[in-house]
């Protein structure tokens, strides 16, 4: 599976982003995907992920009630809704697939190449 992350860049604080993942090659449907960030001198953290189904989405505490994981399959494609930015969300950020959904980013076979989100104050 290749993964293209995309729909970085820069943002005020309060605004919104959504950043798209999307996959090729074998069929993304089923695979689990998270989304991790790296922000500037900080450890890659979990950010979301959502099962093969969709359903049970799960998410950082950092970002819940601000941020949305959902699925298209039918496009191969998830996606990450961002509102209410943060300062602190400035990252990185990177989608990732495997055949289980969890926070740890070892549990993942397939790595995006990363697109980066910045939220000046």
């Known amino acids: 599976v290749q993964l293209q992350a995309s729909g970085g860049g820069l943002v005020q604080a309060g605004g919104s982003l959504r950043l798209s993942c999307a996959a090729s090659?074998?069929?993304?449907?089923?695979?689990?995907v998270g989304w991790f960030r790296q922000g500037p001198g900080k450890e890659r953290e979990f950010v979301a992920a959502i099962s093969w189904g969709g359903v049970r989405p799960s998410y950082a505490d950092s970002v819940k009630g601000r941020f949305t994981i959902s699925r298209d399959n039918a496009k191969n494609t998830v996606y990450l809704q961002m509102n209410s930015l943060k300062p602190d969300d400035t990252a990185v950020y990177y989608c990732?697939?495997?055949?289980?959904?969890?926070?740890?980013?070892?549990?993942?076979?397939?790595w995006g190449q990363g697109t980066l989100v910045t939220v000046s104050s």
């Open positions: 990732a697939a495997g055949l289980e959904t969890t926070p740890w980013n070892h549990e993942y076979d397939y």
């Open positions: 090659g074998r069929p993304f449907s089923s695979y689990g």
